[in-house]
């Protein structure tokens, strides 16, 4: 076989502090390097142009999901669950764990959602100025996903803490991971021990023990899947609905295209998506010797798939570097692909498709000042945004 | 050409419905109905039927 050994790119470490902040020029030299290399820093070969990514998140025998972590200890802790597992394995612990948050089971909480997504936009608009990231960003999605499982006072205080620290030990094991771990194990322990008389009556996560206790699912699942909505539905999410009123109100021409066409709110969400991809890097485990755009990368190797450079490949998408939000990337990668394709992607649709529909008919315009990033392993998101003045519509 | 649901895989996304609506529709429960199951080759359907395909965010549809 003649297949050459993927470009080695010596010196780049994928999770140093200047990558994560921004880490849009790195993709673009990695993508234009080859659509796979190898980064001896960070023991990985990088997948960088959209169709590899597509095709390997599509190839779940080639590409193992028992090493989506990039550090031993986390995915040793991930065992048994959908997120870390193969099919047929994961076949049935994902139908578990999305049978709540389908699209078709969630029809229901659509008027909820955007009910309180309005108030929360109309209280905002009138205050004349506010800090989208804490007042927004943050608070709209946990309350969301604490009124869904039923959630107390006391543990809405802490999820924030424990979704970030649970999306921050997926990394290597650098110090924001070290640090990360006795956050993440807390959060671990109380899914441990959480039992449906800690959740509201009538939620979502009361549902779930009401399952385990009449077999539906295997018994000990239900702490588990309460661990992954909180796990991953948080740190994500928040992710995304600062990034809409980051670029909203960088691009107040995208913004007056909204306002004039409402039909554009899914389409607005998809480039906000592509655009900035919260999740920076996911990884893989390659089962056998496989070939990759030429390059043979070795059996036993962890991969990392780096949705944000896939979704700005000129491969893939005109003017990929654009903003706008009329181009619906329907197929953007940021939601993952395939049968470990994002479980929460439809609550999260229903919770930015409210946000966006809001800010389109309350705002005529966004000033924001300068955003303010800090370096996270896993999620890419901004920390503070001021928003100087509401236009209001 | 035919159209494949794998249906446990399917989770109601409504994806597909946009791309080729004349093909599938979500029912009332939000169960996917193949209205059209087979589409022949190089038509305006086929087409349709291939964008529903491409974009099903969990890879429940395929042409074969």
Redesign the interface.
């Known amino acids: 076989m003649s297949t050459k050994a993927p470009i080695a790119v010596g010196d780049l470490d994928l999770f140093s502090d200047e990558v994560l902040v921004d880490p849009y020029p790195t993709y673009t030299a990695l993508r234009e390097t080859a659509a796979v290399v190898h980064l001896p820093v960070n023991d990985v070969y990088a997948l960088t142009r959209y169709d590899v990514i597509r095709d390997a998140l599509a190839d779940t025998e080639t590409f193992s999901s028992a090493s989506i972590g990039f550090n031993p200890m986390v995915n040793e802790a991930l065992q048994g669950t959908s997120l870390a597992s193969d099919p047929p394995v994961h076949t049935q612990l994902r139908a578990t764990l999305s049978a709540n948050l389908t699209p078709r089971s969630l029809r229901g909480l659509k008027g909820q959602i955007e009910e309180k997504a309005d108030a929360l936009v109309a209280e905002l608009v009138e205050s004349g100025s506010f800090e989208a990231i804490d007042a927004l960003g943050r608070v709209f999605p946990i309350q969301v996903v604490a009124d869904l499982i039923g959630f107390t006072d006391e543990i809405r205080a802490t999820m924030l803490r424990w979704g970030q620290a649970a999306m921050e030990v997926i990394g290597p094991m650098n110090q924001r991971t070290a640090e990360n771990f006795p956050v993440a194990g807390e959060l671990y322990a109380w899914c441990s021990q959480v039992s449906a008389d800690d959740l509201a009556p009538g939620s979502v996560g009361r549902s779930i023990f009401e399952a385990e206790a009449r077999g539906e699912i295997p018994p000990n699942t239900a702490g588990h899947i309460i661990h992954q909505y909180l796990g991953a539905g948080v740190d994500t999410t928040v992710a995304a609905i600062g990034n809409i009123v980051a670029l909203f109100g960088q691009h107040p021409d995208q913004l007056a295209l909204i306002r004039k066409d409402h039909a554009l709110v899914g389409s607005a969400f998809n480039e906000v998506l592509r655009y900035w991809a919260p999740v920076h890097a996911w990884g893989r485990r390659v089962t056998r010797d496989v070939e990759i755009d030429g390059a043979l990368v070795p059996a036993g190797s962890q991969v990392a798939i780096l949705f944000g450079a896939g979704n700005r490949d000129p491969r893939h998408y005109d003017a990929p570097d654009t903003f706008d939000v009329t181009r619906n990337p329907v197929d953007h990668l940021s939601f993952g692909y395939g049968p470990h394709g994002c479980a929460g992607q439809g609550l999260a649709r229903l919770e930015a498709h409210a946000i966006i529909g809001s800010l389109a008919t309350r705002v005529e315009r966004l000033v924001v000042g300068e955003a303010r990033r800090v370096p996270s392993n896993i999620t890419r998101s901004i920390d503070a945004l001021p928003v100087l003045e509401v236009v209001p519509a | 050409m035919r159209i494949e649901l794998d249906r446990?895989?399917c989770?109601?996304?409504?994806?597909c419905e946009?791309e080729a609506p004349a093909l599938l529709h979500?029912d009332d429960?939000?169960?996917l109905v193949l209205d059209r199951d087979e589409v022949a080759e190089g038509t305006p359907e086929a087409a349709a039927a291939s964008a529903a395909v491409?974009?099903c965010?969990?890879?429940a549809l395929r042409l074969a």
Do not use: K, S
């Open positions: 446990p895989r989770e109601g996304h409504g994806l946009e979500l429960e939000g169960e491409r974009v965010p969990v890879a």
